[in-house]
């Protein structure tokens, strides 16, 4: 694995720990609701962090993309190192999908009887204002329209506290690991026809709060994006 890793003909990466004063030229963040703000580094962190802010609207959100670099058939695979500040009233979507920011608000529109706005995404997904208010962390995913079956990983963030989520696509299946601050694994499973593998999609990060309260703010610590070349 650190052999592959070091492989600069044969592997397409993204790799950033969120340092200095503004984000890497390629990003795209919107936001949208009162006292929102896009994707911005704070100043001042130990290691760097770049924080999404939802403000205090309801459904006020913040979001995170690259570009449509990323498919399924060249393997991609997605780490996210995060942490929320409250487990309340919102939801956050991590993932891959098939539009750039500014383009949807969310990729999953209903979370209980599964629709999307997005014709391609798959990730992770919480929405207390669908399971009956659970914050639990469920794989969800969509195949041009065709809705995978939803799983329910039973893993439930804590306030402030990190979380490491990370995806790897094998085609149109996803493979799933949730790991706690430790980086002890607590979660492995998989979501399967959760994605049409030739589609592009880009990396997403994606936060909402969910009932006019209190905001949200979502840290990133670390995101790294890789897949293969294949010719």
Known sequence: DIIEALSFLDL????DDFQGDTLHGGYQSTASGAASAVAALVAGTLGGIVRLDTGTDDNGRSDL???????????????CRLKISAITSFKMEVGFTDVISGTDAGAVNNADTPTFTADDFCGFVCDTDYFSGSAAIRLMGVAATVVATTVNTAITPSAATYLTLALALQDTTMHAVIMNANHEVLYRGQLAAAVTKTVLLTPWVFVQ????????TLDIDKLHVRQHIYT
Do not use: C, F, P
């Not at 993309?65 to 780490?79: D, F, I």
């Open 209 to 216: 709060t969910r009932v006019i309260t209190t905001g949200k």
């Open 65 to 79: 993309s690259l570009g449509r670099h990323y498919t399924g058939e060249q393997a991609a695979m997605m780490v």
């Open 12 to 15: 397409n990466r993204w790799d």
